[in-house]
C-alpha cells in the first residue's frame, strides 16, 4: 500500500515515527527504540522487534509472525512524499486482503492526522 502525500519527508517522518503516528501503523501502546533488536509490544499484547531502523526513509519490526515494512520516498522537489506500508510472511491471501483494507485505512488516517497539522 502505498500512498503520495502532499507534505514534506521530514513532516511524515516525524510524525510517523513519533507517538502518534506509531499508535496509529503499529498499534497503541507501542514505543519503539531506534536500534535493531529492540523489543516492543502493544496495549493488544503485539510484541515484536526493530529489524531496521534508517532515520527520515524507513522502519521495518517484526509483528507477530509478520514482518511490517514503512518507508518514505521524497517526490515532487520535496514538497510531497511517498509513504508506503508493506506487511510480509502473511498466511493466506484472505489475510493479505483483510491486512490491505487495513493499510489502506492506517493510510487514510495518516492522512488526515497530517492535514490537520
Same mark, same amino acid.
Do not use: K
Given at each position: 500500500m502505498s500512498r503520495?502525500?502532499?507534505?514534506? !519527508? %521530514?513532516a511524515v517522518w516525524d510524525f510517523i515515527s513519533g507517538?502518534?503516528?506509531i499508535a496509529l501503523w503499529l498499534g497503541p501502546g507501542a514505543v519503539l527504540i531506534p536500534e535493531r533488536g529492540a523489543p516492543y @509490544?502493544? !496495549?493488544?499484547? &503485539?510484541?515484536?522487534?526493530? @529489524?531496521?531502523?534508517?532515520? !527520515?526513509?524507513?522502519?521495518?519490526?517484526?509483528?507477530?509472525t509478520t514482518t511490517v515494512q514503512i518507508a518514505l520516498a521524497p517526490a515532487a522537489a520535496g514538497a @510531497?512524499?511517498?509513504?508506503?506500508?508493506h506487511q510480509e510472511h502473511l %498466511?493466506? %491471501? /484472505?489475510?493479505r486482503e483483510r491486512q490491505? !483494507?487495513?493499510? /489502506? /485505512?492506517?493510510?487514510? /488516517? &495518516? %492522512?488526515?492526522a497530517l492535514d490537520r497539522r
Amino acid at each position: 500500500m502505498s500512498r503520495t502525500l502532499p507534505h514534506p !519527508a %521530514a513532516a511524515v517522518w516525524d510524525f510517523i515515527s513519533g507517538p502518534e503516528g506509531i499508535a496509529l501503523w503499529l498499534g497503541p501502546g507501542a514505543v519503539l527504540i531506534p536500534e535493531r533488536g529492540a523489543p516492543y @509490544r502493544t !496495549a493488544q499484547g &503485539v510484541t515484536g522487534e526493530v @529489524r531496521g531502523h534508517r532515520p !527520515a526513509e524507513r522502519i521495518r519490526v517484526t509483528h507477530g509472525t509478520t514482518t511490517v515494512q514503512i518507508a518514505l520516498a521524497p517526490a515532487a522537489a520535496g514538497a @510531497r512524499t511517498t509513504l508506503r506500508f508493506h506487511q510480509e510472511h502473511l %498466511a493466506s %491471501a /484472505q489475510e493479505r486482503e483483510r491486512q490491505r !483494507a487495513h493499510w /489502506q /485505512q492506517v493510510m487514510d /488516517q &495518516v %492522512a488526515i492526522a497530517l492535514d490537520r497539522r
